[in-house]
């Protein structure tokens, strides 16, 4: 992660102050873990920007590394030229996201020599940032240290917005089969999607069976795929003809994914792998969105973008999730529950087996390869996008709950939910026609997915409590 860093300065208050704030972010930035790209004191007076040559020459730099800078922090130590500012950004046109951090006065160092008037500096630079229609980010805080911990949590925040915007512009889906003709709630626009930077690539169910009739049971993919399905998850209780087809299935996957270079993926599933392949897909489904390619089933393709997005921001495994049941009279409780492929970063503890829904239907033996366990307490983040045809438009909503450690007595990938407000969340979700699938990710990272698919994306998204 990368951040482009302004420093701002304007000569008639300290510009020491200047000197000192840059050298205060970029070790800032630098302990954090991230990389910085800023112009150097050997450039601009201080290594700040204040005139138009000063801007230029910022602009300048950050096109230079443009593939590299995930975002821009502008950071005022003093009240900062709101004119330099907002120029270097539009002449870098990085389009990338903003955080605006200004430094706080000291009570006892308000004296001409060391009064910062950041505080009054930062909606001067916010006002300019607005009239040139640049979209920007704010700290918790109207103004924080770069050294505070409060700046800390909040870098990290940011980093997380700026994941989510550069992993959600030029995404390639993969859409594996056709979607299940009984769920017209999977229904999406392609070319919503693609106005909006996101790609899908079908392929039908009937090449990835070709393929995969073409390959002997000694392929060297396949061998090396029904290891890793064997160290992934206990499969004592499956037998070997399963796990083959199984292995066989998840190589094929790997192999057009990797030509086609798409990110993620939405898999065809009910029911007809089970009636024509003879196992489920959820495993190697699992598999992909436990190495962050994550996978929705269904052909879901904007729960997959939800999952992506969680994804990006927490960088760990995110699942798709039905909102399934209520527990109990609690009204703040909820059963998330799949019949599954949730990540193994999800569950408590799991094993392979059988899918007792689709078993009725077509028998056991062909239904092998769910992931069943009860999911982890713990926090977590929740979302939904959809494509609006009507207006034209993405939108959605997020949230934050946790999942708790209540007893649950039943089959397939499951989870009590505890989300505060959860009656209100429910209306809203049936009074706008959302889909009973929902995104989940352990991680508290609703706010960062929301920042980012408004501000930066231009999508209508809800936060939940928010």
């Not at 970063?345 to 899918?355: A, L, N, P, T």
Request: net charge negative; proline share 4%; hydrophobic share 40%.
């Amino acid at each position: 992660m990368n951040f482009g860093v302004i420093v701002g300065n304007r000569g008639f208050f300290p510009d020491h102050l200047a000197r000192s704030g840059r050298s205060e972010m970029l070790a800032a930035i630098e302990k954090a873990g991230y990389e910085a790209t800023a112009v150097g004191p050997e450039e601009t007076k201080f290594g700040a920007v204040e005139t138009r040559v000063e801007a230029a020459r910022c602009a300048d730099l950050f096109k230079r590394h443009r593939d590299a800078i995930d975002g821009v922090i502008v950071t005022l130590p003093n009240f900062g030229d709101e004119r330099a500012i907002a120029d270097t950004l539009r002449m870098a046109d990085l389009d990338v996201p903003v955080l605006v951090q200004a430094t706080p006065d000291t009570p006892g160092r308000m004296t001409i020599r060391d009064r910062r008037d950041s505080f009054c500096g930062k909606m001067s630079a916010c006002n300019n940032l607005m009239q040139y229609g640049i979209p920007y980010s704010l700290t918790t805080l109207h103004t924080e240290s770069p050294d505070s911990e409060i700046f800390r949590r909040d870098l990290d925040w940011f980093a997380a917005v700026c994941r989510v915007v550069r992993g959600l512009r030029r995404l390639r889906i993969g859409a594996i089969g056709a979607r299940p003709a009984a769920f017209n709630t999977v229904r999406y626009s392609e070319k919503i999607l693609e106005a909006n930077g996101i790609s899908v690539e079908p392929i039908d169910l009937s090449e990835i069976l070709g393929r995969i009739e073409r390959m002997g049971d000694q392929d060297s993919a396949a061998v090396a795929k029904l290891e890793s399905i064997r160290k992934y998850v206990s499969t004592d209780q499956v037998p070997m003809e399963a796990l083959l087809k199984m292995a066989k299935l998840g190589a094929v996957i790997d192999q057009w994914m990797e030509q086609t270079q798409v990110a993620i993926s939405a898999v065809q599933c009910w029911t007809s792998l089970e009636e024509f392949f003879g196992v489920v897909p959820c495993t190697v489904m699992s598999m992909m969105s436990e190495n962050l390619m994550s996978s929705a089933c269904e052909v879901d393709i904007c729960g997959v973008v939800g999952m992506h997005a969680l994804q990006l921001a927490s960088e760990t495994p995110s699942a798709l999730l039905d909102w399934n049941n209520n527990y109990g009279d609690d009204p703040d409780k909820a059963v998330c529950f799949h019949c599954s492929n949730l990540p193994k970063h999800f569950f408590k503890s799991v094993r392979m087996d059988f899918q007792e829904i689709i078993a009725g239907t077509v028998g056991k033996e062909n239904t092998y390869g769910t992931c069943v366990g009860l999911v982890k307490p713990g926090p977590m983040s929740f979302a939904r996008f959809s494509t609006n045809d009507r207006e034209g438009k993405i939108h959605g909503y997020v949230g934050e709950g946790e999942f708790t450690d209540d007893p649950l007595d039943t089959f397939g990938g499951a989870g009590v939910v505890r989300i505060p407000k959860l009656q209100q969340l429910l209306r809203y979700i049936c009074e706008r026609g959302f889909e009973h699938h929902v995104a989940a990710n352990l991680a508290s990272v609703g706010g960062a997915v929301q920042e980012a698919t408004t501000r930066y994306l231009g999508w209508s998204v809800h936060q939940h409590g928010g």
